[in-house]
């Protein structure tokens, strides 16, 4: 529908006051104050007392347009910050590492230290299973010969099974963060053969001086 209408300007006798009109949706015109409120959800089209337009105000957004375009400023700082932080994880991992080589050394050396970790949990790990597995045949005997099982026995297996179950769950960890360093430093690797194939100029043609 055609609406049209306008707050009134500033005392200019060679202006004109404007004057309010509008169409609302069910197609009845308002006039003066009444438009303002009468088409408050609607474009309006500013005039003056001889009916020239002055100037467009536009209809304000509904909820809808509103929650669209805070959902797509929300997108848009999402993916600035994100942009950012790439920013800055690129320029720390172009000013830590001077050549590809020195990514896997470092990857080698992370991984080895975990190694290393996981091989002295092992070894502890196999001491207090051998350890558990004795209690338990001698509870077993205890058991076979008509005894009950001690309460200090009981008590040294539920220790024993704890501890194994702690280091179980260590060397859980450590496997998975073998596998989480393997794999950030194989991302970093393929970074880092992109930032330096963006900022090595390729080779001049033969004869350019």
Do not use: M
Request: contains cysteine.
């Amino acid at each position: 529908a055609l609406l049209a209408a306008g707050p009134a300007l500033a005392a200019d006798p060679k202006a004109g006051l404007r004057i309010k009109k509008c169409q609302d949706a069910q197609g009845r015109w308002h006039y003066g104050d009444e438009a303002a409120d009468a088409c408050a959800q609607s474009k309006v089209i500013e005039l003056d007392t001889r009916g020239i337009k002055r100037g467009v105000i536009d209809a304000p957004l509904t909820e809808a347009e509103l929650k669209a375009r805070a959902a797509g400023f929300e997108e848009a700082e999402k993916a600035k910050k994100l942009a950012e932080q790439q920013k800055r994880r690129d320029d720390q991992l172009l000013a830590t590492y001077a050549v590809e080589d020195d990514l896997i050394l470092s990857r080698d050396r992370k991984l080895a230290d975990i190694d290393t970790q996981v091989k002295s949990s092992e070894s502890t790990l196999a001491s207090l299973q051998k350890s558990l597995d004795r209690i338990r045949a001698q509870a077993a005997d205890e058991q076979r010969g008509g005894k009950p099982v001690s309460e200090q026995t009981a008590k040294t297996i539920a220790a024993n099974e704890s501890q194994v179950a702690k280091h179980q769950a260590h060397i859980a960890d450590l496997k998975k963060e073998q596998e989480t360093v393997r794999a950030q430093f194989q991302t970093d690797i393929e970074r880092f053969r992109e930032l330096k194939g963006k900022t090595i100029a390729p080779p001049a043609p033969a004869g350019t001086p």
